[in-house]
């Protein structure tokens, strides 16, 4: 495929997930009606330091957790055709750096990823794409925006966001916005934050041209009340990845039966915190030190 068409086939798969995900998450307009106050009575946080401590205070209320569920993923193989899966997923957290995702279609492993302390990983297994992504969480730290492909975006979503005053803060009807920017003022990371409840409801990670690099979309938390009793999590997410080798990755999960996870320790040291083989794997990519996946030699 020529380089044109290549370029061509991008922009076309920029806008259709930029649209989808909007669409497929289920999101709510940009402020529903409120259930009490009307919205004109509500306000934001006044500075950067009392929206940085809220959602820190939210950030320590995240517990381990395990969930199943469903996803639908949508692709696009080297000819800008697009595909779907729709597998069955479970989840299990114990934050803030152990996460395990995987989704099943018909008994066989679909999709899988995940992160320890030092690493993360994400993997697609049909024919179309069969492709492994991995590297150094330390490494997709210091990328920034460039290197978000990977499950940090699921941890944020789930309350796992790190924000301190550096950020800058601004508003717009219903949400506080939190923007971390580079040393030219191009935005990294960008969080909205809903006024009534200041829960997070969108994050998008931007690449070192400030460009949009992915973008995360939360609703429908749950109520944190019996087994869950304090802990708030997004039980809608749609997570859309741009700077993918193809154009674009759509990831739309719906979670269900969310419990208390209560890890042993040989789960926490074995395979479910563990970077998986990536033998029969057509393509295997590492995040490098100019932020960049490049191809390994199987």
């Given at each position: 495929m020529s380089h044109t068409h290549t370029n061509h086939v991008i922009s076309i798969i920029v806008a259709a997930l930029t649209v989808?995900?909007?669409?497929?998450?289920?999101?709510?307009?940009?402020?529903?009606?409120?259930?009490?106050?009307?919205?004109?009575l509500l306000k934001g946080k006044?500075?950067?330091?009392?929206?940085?401590?809220?959602?820190?205070?939210?950030?320590?209320?995240?517990?381990?957790?395990?969930?199943?569920?469903n996803c639908l993923i949508e692709w696009f193989d080297d000819d800008g055709k697009k595909h779907k899966e729709n597998p069955a997923i479970q989840l299990r957290l114990v934050p803030p750096d152990h996460l395990y995702f995987s989704g099943d279609i018909l008994g066989g492993e679909a999709i899988r990823f995940g992160t320890n302390v030092e690493e993360f990983w994400f993997r697609i297994k049909p024919k179309e794409v069969s492709s492994f992504w991995w590297g150094k969480r330390a490494l997709a730290r210091a990328c920034g925006g460039q290197g978000q492909l990977g499950p940090e975006s699921l941890?944020?979503?789930?309350?796992?966001?790190?924000?301190?005053?550096?950020?800058?803060?601004?508003?717009?009807?219903?949400?506080?916005?939190?923007?971390?920017?580079?040393?030219?003022?191009?935005?990294?990371?960008?969080i909205e934050v809903d006024w009534r409840d200041y829960l997070v409801r969108k994050i998008e990670h931007f690449d070192g041209s400030g460009e949009t690099s992915v973008v995360v979309n939360m609703s429908k938390y749950n109520d944190g009340a019996g087994e869950l009793a304090?802990?708030?999590?997004?039980?809608?997410?749609?997570?859309?990845?741009?700077?993918?080798?193809?154009?674009?990755?759509?990831?739309?999960?719906?979670?269900?039966?969310?419990?208390p996870f209560r890890p042993s320790e040989a789960q926490m040291k074995g395979k479910?915190?563990?970077?998986?083989?990536?033998?029969?794997?057509?393509?295997?990519?590492e995040l490098d030190k100019d932020c960049k996946f490049t191809k390994q030699e199987n």
């Open positions: 989808g995900v909007l669409l497929l998450a289920g999101c709510e307009p940009p402020l529903r009606e409120p259930l009490g106050p009307d919205i004109k006044p500075d950067i330091a009392a929206a940085v401590s809220a959602i820190n205070a939210h950030r320590e209320l995240v517990k381990p957790i395990r969930a199943g569920g941890l944020e979503a789930l309350g796992v966001v790190e924000v301190d005053e550096t950020w800058t803060l601004s508003s717009r009807p219903g949400y506080d916005i939190l923007t971390l920017k580079d040393s030219a003022g191009l935005p990294i990371k960008r304090g802990i708030v999590v997004p039980t809608r997410i749609a997570i859309v990845y741009l700077n993918m080798p193809n154009g674009g990755l759509l990831t739309d999960m719906t979670l269900r039966d969310l419990k479910l915190f563990t970077r998986p083989d990536t033998k029969g794997f057509q393509n295997i990519y």
